[in-house]
């Protein structure tokens, strides 16, 4: 018989794409229907109407990234403003709306350099209202001026303070579509206070913090699409209506900024821009009328989007990359996923990273994370997974992980758990997680370790690290570790140092050595895994009835222990007495191993021996075994088992002497 590990590949869940991917696509040809309707209900007898005005400010203006292809409407088009007029004198229900083709581009205003932050009275000029106060943009209000201030502390770029802000909005501000925020607009203060909101809520509250800091800031009213099920049930479409901020940068214009689809710099070309305004309170439809006796009721403003034309899918400037701390985890080990990420692009970027692990994998902490990269930047962020403990023994678990963009830009890798190997607690890998993920350069600097990946107990032996500046600036001041070894040097470019220690072999088990390099610039850490091995050594301990009733089966249950940390490889277990011997076969014996083995009853003497014998060998090929005796006796019911059993008795020390004499000749 044979026992062998089995391999279990747990799968991820599938990413979850917008139709068709329309949030990478170059273009969008979209027929828009705004529709819009009103009644006029008589309060008197004698009642009449002179005239009626209806505005609709949700007009597709056209810009860098949006135009009109096709426009019908019995509404007259001023100032982005389509007005309905009627002066048949007629008390009724009146409908007015219209129907727009637009094309949406994948355009942005690109911001290429350094904006400096705060900014200047001059940069100011005529745009006083965008840093105004209003009901719901609330910038003066104390709390929504305290975080703005200790997100834009210390920064002096521009684009950085507006992306801390958007940042700090969606990571804290939870999308919830409940019936305070989806019937009226909340203030920015109570959306900071009550962490919720819908995107107009957190929307706001970037506007407003953005204001706060003297950062001209507009709310932006319009429709887009989205795959969030939560508003699919809530509005029956996948479009819905939709708000974002846009933010001024001086020399450039007004820059999209939309927190709730994490987009800080543009939209995409799902987004139909309809409205910007100073508030988000003010109405998407004003009504006038001339009457005696005539009072309007209001009625609801539906907005529908159907695709009529989809462009080409535009690559992702965006590049990923994945490192996995420990491809190899015991079970309950915590483990590091690195993610590296560069912007290709000439521009400011900015991107949303997400994790993905399956169900049995749990990621510590927010698995999403937003970064800002500058042109070319290339920049490190990390997640800390742990492994259950809980796992069965006998597998080895391939579980895969994922880091993917929101345009869905994905790398993967594996890493796998089994018994026995090297597990990091939570504090270990916490140690080798970089704390300042702006320290891009540290990419740029390599280690190469040289050591023994095994040892055994009570030897020595040297662990050489190099570390080399691979990049064009050179690294002053740097402090250089291996374990406690340190070392501050200047590392010059394209040049490398080199530092040795002496590994001890004083406990069995998995050592760690940790390596880091760290200055102004730079911050990295890796650690090194070895084994110190023992001689594998193991128990074998028997289960059986001491006394059974002849002919009754006998059930013996045998335990093999390992009871070092080196496994007992080539594991060879053999079972004989009764006149039978039966082999099992262990590749490895990573933990404890329950063998289970009837005999026939029938077989039995008075006293029946058996020979539990275990061969095994380490990782060099030397041999070991350990054998174990157990005598099971059987009580004969008649006098025809007493001579059964006497039978078996005689044939059972036949069998025992020929086996001696092969094994002498042998």
């Known amino acids: ?257 939309d927190v709730t689809f994490n987009q800080y710099g543009y939209i995409d070309v799902t987004h139909i821009r309809l409205r910007d305004g100073f508030d988000p309170s ?108 809980n796992l069965q023994e006998n597998y080895i678990y391939t579980f895969p992980v994922r880091i993917y963009s929101e345009k869905n830009i994905s790398i993967d890798d594996t890493f796998t758990a089994q018994a026995g190997k090297n597990s990091y607690s939570k504090a270990e890998i916490e140690e080798l997680t970089v704390q300042d993920e702006e320290k891009s350069y540290s990419q740029k600097i390599t280690f190469d370790c040289q050591y023994q990946k095994e040892i055994m107990l009570g030897e020595e032996a040297p662990l050489t690290c190099t570390i080399k500046n691979t990049g064009n600036t050179n690294l002053d001041d740097l402090t250089f570790c291996v374990e406690n070894a340190c070392e501050t040097l200047d590392l010059p470019i394209n040049q490398k140092k080199s530092t040795s220690i002496i590994v001890k072999g004083e406990k069995a088990g998995w050592q760690k050595v940790m390596v880091s390099a760290e200055n102004h610039k730079v911050e990295k850490k890796t650690s090194l895994e070895y084994a110190v091995l023992d001689l594998p050594k193991l128990t074998i301990s028997a289960t059986y009835p001491e006394m059974v009733q002849f002919g009754e089966p006998v059930n013996l249950e045998v335990s093999l222990k390992k009871d070092s940390f080196e496994e007992p490889q080539k594991l060879a277990l053999t079972i004989s007495g009764a006149g039978l011997k039966s082999v099992w076969d262990i590749p490895r014996l990573r933990a404890e191993e329950k063998i289970s083995y009837q005999v026939d009853g029938r077989r039995l003497s008075g006293n029946t021996a058996f020979i539990i014998t275990a061969t095994w060998e380490d990782g060099k090929g030397k041999t070991y075994s350990s054998e174990e005796k157990i005598t099971v006796k059987a009580e004969a019911g008649s006098f025809t088992d007493r001579v059964r059993m006497f039978s078996n008795w005689l044939l059972n020390l036949f069998a025992r002497q020929s086996e001696k004499i092969n094994i002498s000749i042998n």
């Open 1 to 257: 018989m044979k026992k062998w590990i089995a391999v279990l590949i747990l799968l991820l869940i599938p990413l979850s794409l917008a139709q068709g991917d329309l949030y990478s696509m170059d273009s969008l040809e979209l027929q828009l229907k705004v529709d819009g309707s009103f009644e006029l209900v008589p309060t008197k007898s004698g009642a009449n109407i002179k005239e009626v005005t209806a505005k609709i400010f949700l007009y597709p203006k056209e810009s860098e990234r949006q135009k009109i292809i096709l426009w019908d409407s019995e509404g007259l088009v001023k100032d982005e403003i389509v007005s309905f007029f009627w002066n048949d004198k007629k008390i009724e229900k009146k409908e007015f709306g219209y129907t727009a083709l637009i094309e949406t581009q994948n355009k942005r205003l690109a911001v290429k350099d350094k904006i400096t932050f705060p900014l200047s009275p001059q940069d100011l000029q005529g745009l006083e209202q965008y840093l105004e106060p209003t009901e719901i943009i609330d910038s003066d209000h104390q709390l929504v001026i305290a975080k703005a201030a200790e997100l834009a502390e210390g920064e002096d770029d521009l684009f950085k303070v507006a992306f801390n802000l958007a940042s700090w909005v969606e990571e804290n501000i939870e999308y919830d579509l409940n019936t305070v925020t989806s019937t009226a607009s909340q203030k920015g203060s109570w959306v900071l206070q009550n962490k919720q909101g819908v995107c107009d809520e957190m929307t706001s509250l970037f506007v407003a913090m953005a204001r706060s800091l003297g950062i001209p800031a507009r709310f932006v009213s319009g429709i887009s699409y989205t795959n969030s099920q939560e508003v699919i049930d809530a509005v029956g479409s996948n479009w819905a209506g939709h708000g974002w901020a846009e933010v001024y940068f001086p020399d450039i214009g007004w820059v999209s900024f």
């Open 282 to 389: 003010e109405p998407a439809v004003k009504y006038e009328w001339i009457s005696d006796g005539v009072k309007l009721e209001k009625g609801k403003i539906s907005l529908n989007v159907e695709i009529e034309e989809e462009g080409t899918i535009v690559p992702e400037q965006i590049q990923l990359e994945q490192e996995i701390l420990s491809h190899e985890v015991g079970f309950g080990s915590y483990n590091l996923v690195k993610g590296m990420v560069k912007n290709n692009a000439n521009y400011y970027a900015a991107t949303a990273l997400n994790l993905a692990a399956p169900k049995e994998v749990e990621v510590i902490g927010r698995n999403r994370r937003n970064i800002l990269l500058h042109p070319g930047e290339l920049r490190e962020t990390f997640w800390i997974v742990k492994v259950p403990d």
